[in-house]
């Protein structure tokens, strides 16, 4: 009786592929890349330079050969993230060049050692099935900030990561500092421990540095997440369904440049689109009608059984107040009852520039309560109450009950001392906190419980020995403190 919510009719589903595939043949995709242009000639593709036009059986070909469903693995080996059907995953978002500063409340540049807050807090949080790579350092070369982050989360944290690369020749790189952890690169691609996002430049281009990423995470055997990003009304239509369609088309595009590099790779339908707000010129996450997109194209890739992703539970505002919460608490509620398998956003604020612990332990209590309604009404009784009132005279008695006690954790959702549920009397005598006072208390008790997940003496040398010497090559003498 999980509860579920499809905004689009299955009639509008089949306009929207219909549509897109057309949008492959004319005006086409521009395609960057030599390589993946090469790919897709050889496969039947026409055109010529850089602007193709993708016949709907070469891409329907493509869409054949991706896996209906993977998993993601922690360090022990151990299956931890379904990526498939309607299974829920929540991990924080990512790629923040800022954190808030709980005391000060200010947005600042974000240093390693706020990564490593940031991902022991994850860590401890058992709503976020994944890591991500959440922030940008800005204490080291913007040559091995992507490597780096990974690094990190490799050092703290068991769970399985979304993460990305954002400069050329990185991502072998990367592939190599996942191999250590996994054993080698036949047992990172056997028990993949991280998916990589890629993205596609709207409208439908793919450039270089995306399509060659995606042809190497491809014959790596690492997940792909592709991450479309239309923005309605500025580089994408600006109907909400105009929208949805370019990205099918920029989606679909992607998927045929990655199966033909090597079919049945791992692939996400994935995306991160926003509306274009017309008064701020801004692209806001935390729009209803962000939401709104995020759910009608996970539609669309369900309906093609592919697994899902996008970005939703964050955020425009720029504290962790009252618009934070609402903004978040409905976007993760939409993308729970939407089905999407990986739910990127919880901790960010200012359109995913700031990344705050503090929102990521209150983000944490609304997924909690997001995932309790997908649990949906269960039948724990032969009847449905009439054998609760057994004895009960008029009284409200039912505390007396063995079943109520046997029953109740059951059927509530019981949160962290984050959320209020006290009387007034009880709230004034801890010191009349709010609910940001409250995540700060959390976040300094989860770091004080934390424990650093031990990797054996030679894999943590060998991470860092790896990483010293990118630094190194970089100009960076020592690794900044963390």
């Not at 009349?432 to 054996?456: G, H, M, Q």
Request: proline share 6%; with cysteine.
């Amino acid at each position: 009786m999980q509860a579920k919510m499809e905004l689009l009719p299955p009639e509008l589903v089949e306009r929207i592929l219909e549509e897109a595939f057309a949008l492959l043949q004319e005006p086409g995709i521009k395609v960057q890349s030599a390589e993946a242009r090469a790919l897709l000639l050889e496969a039947g593709a026409g055109g010529t330079g850089e602007i193709l036009h993708l016949p709907e059986t070469v891409a329907r070909r493509a869409l054949a050969t991706v896996p209906r469903e993977f998993l993601l693995y922690n360090r022990a080996g151990e299956p931890a993230v379904h990526y498939g059907g309607d299974a829920v995953h929540f991990d924080p978002g990512s790629s923040g060049v800022h954190v808030l500063d709980p005391d000060t409340l200010e947005h600042r540049p974000a240093q390693s050692a706020d990564l490593v807050r940031l991902i022991k807090v994850a860590e401890m949080l058992p709503q976020f099935d994944a890591q991500s790579t959440a922030v940008v350092c800005d204490d080291v070369p913007q040559e091995i900030g992507d490597i780096y982050r990974l690094y990190l989360v490799l050092l703290f944290s068991q769970k399985p990561v979304v993460t990305g690369a954002f400069s050329s020749g990185t991502t072998e790189q990367m592939f190599e500092l996942l191999a250590l952890v996994a054993g080698g690169r036949e047992a990172l691609a056997a028990k993949p421990r991280a998916v990589f996002d890629v993205c596609p430049s709207p409208p439908l281009i793919w450039s270089e540095f995306g399509a060659s990423n995606l042809i190497a995470l491809a014959r790596a055997r690492v997940p792909a997440e592709i991450v479309s990003m239309p923005l309605a009304g500025a580089a994408a239509p600006v109907t909400l369904v105009g929208a949805v369609v370019q990205h099918a088309a920029e989606t679909l595009a992607g998927i045929a440049i990655h199966q033909l590099a090597r079919p049945g790779s791992p692939l996400v339908w994935g995306g991160a689109p926003a509306i274009f707000d017309m008064r701020q010129g801004t692209t806001p996450l935390g729009a209803v009608e962000t939401a709104m997109i995020d759910a009608a194209y996970a539609q669309v890739g369900k309906s093609l059984g592919l697994p899902t992703h996008a970005y939703l539970g964050a955020s425009d505002a720029k504290v962790v107040d009252a618009q934070a919460g609402m903004e978040s608490g409905i976007g993760a509620l939409i993308g729970a009852l939407a089905g999407i398998n990986m739910i990127s956003g919880a901790g960010m604020l200012d359109f995913l520039a700031c990344q705050s612990a503090e929102k990521l332990v209150l983000d944490a209590e609304g997924i909690a309560m997001a995932r309790r309604l997908l649990q949906g009404v269960h039948l724990h009784t032969e009847t449905l109450a009439l054998e609760l009132f057994n004895g009960i005279d008029f009284k409200g008695d039912f505390l007396k009950q063995k079943v109520t006690r046997s029953l109740f954790r059951q059927e509530q959702h019981l949160p962290s001392a984050v959320i209020d549920r006290g009387s007034l009397r009880t709230w004034q005598a801890e010191g009349s906190k709010d609910s940001f006072a409250r995540a700060r208390d959390r976040v300094a008790a989860l770091l004080a419980a934390y424990e650093r997940p031990p990797l054996t003496g030679d894999v943590e040398a060998e991470l860092t020995a790896m990483m010293a010497g990118l630094a190194a090559r970089a100009g960076l003498d020592t690794l900044p403190p963390i």
